[in-house]
C-alpha cells in the first residue's frame, strides 16, 4: 500500500474516532501569525517540542519548504539522550523534532506559527493529550538570540490576545543541544497511519494542516529514511 492511500484511509479512521480525542486535536485553532518579523539571518533550524514527536514530526514533514523532520531530544545532556532513560522525566530532556527548512520557501515565524496552530496545545502544562512528564512538555529551543526574542514576542503576542481559553505554558530554552531520537522512531507516523495512537492523536493534526495552512501543505512527506539521515 503507498504512503498516500495508507494516510488516507486512516485519516478517515481517524475522524470516526475523534469523539475521544481532546477539542484542540480534533479541531485545530486559526491563531494570527507573528507580528515580528522572521530574523534578517534565519539559520533555517527550527527545534520544538510539545509532546510525543511522533505527530511533530508528521506535522512537519508535511510541510512545504521543510526538507527534514527529526525526532530526538534536547534539554538535557547527551548521555542522558536515550528513550527509556528519557521516559523517566529526570533527565531535563524532552521529546523534541529538529526542523530543517529554506528560510526562502518558509521562515521562522511560519515554523512557529504552524508549531502553536496544529502541532499540539500550548496550554498544557508537562503532558500532551495521554502523555505526562516534562518529558511531553511544550517548549522551543531557539538557535540564537534573533529566534528567542521572536518566539518569546509571539508567545506574548498570542496571550494578550487571548488566544487560547488558557496562558501558554511554553518554554523558550536557549542554548540546549539536540541529540537524535533511535532509529525506530523516526518516520514513526507515515511508517504506523493505522496505529491506535497515531490515528487518535496524530493524525487529526495532519488534517488540520491541510485544511488551516493549505498554501504550505504538501501530500508527501518528507521522510528521514529519504533524506538518508
Sequence with gaps: MNRNLSLALATGLATVLAAGVPALAQEGIAIPA????????????????GGCFWGVQGVFQHVDGVSNAISGYAGGAGDTANYRTVGSGRTGHAEAVEV?????????????HIFFSVAHDPTELNRQGPDTGTQYRSAIFPQNPAQ???????????????????????TIEPGQGFYLAEDYHQDYLTLNPTAPYIVHNDLPKIAHLRKLF????????????????
Excluded at 100 to 112: A, N, Q, V
Excluded at 160 to 168: C, L, R, S, V
Excluded at 221 to 226: A, C, N
Aim: glycine share 6%; aromatic share 8%.
Design 100 to 112: 530543517r527548512y529554506d528560510p526562502k520557501r518558509i521562515s521562522y515565524g511560519e515554523i512557529l
Design 34 to 49: 507573528p507580528s515580528v518579523a522572521a530574523p534578517a539571518a534565519d539559520t533555517g533550524v527550527a527545534i520544538v517540542a
Design 148 to 170: 528567542a526574542a521572536l518566539a518569546k514576542a509571539y508567545v506574548d503576542q498570542l496571550d494578550a490576545a487571548g488566544t487560547f481559553d488558557a496562558p501558554i505554558v511554553t
Design 214 to 229: 493549505p498554501d504550505e501543505y504538501r501530500d508527501d512527506p518528507v521522510l528521514v529514511s529519504d533524506a538518508g539521515s
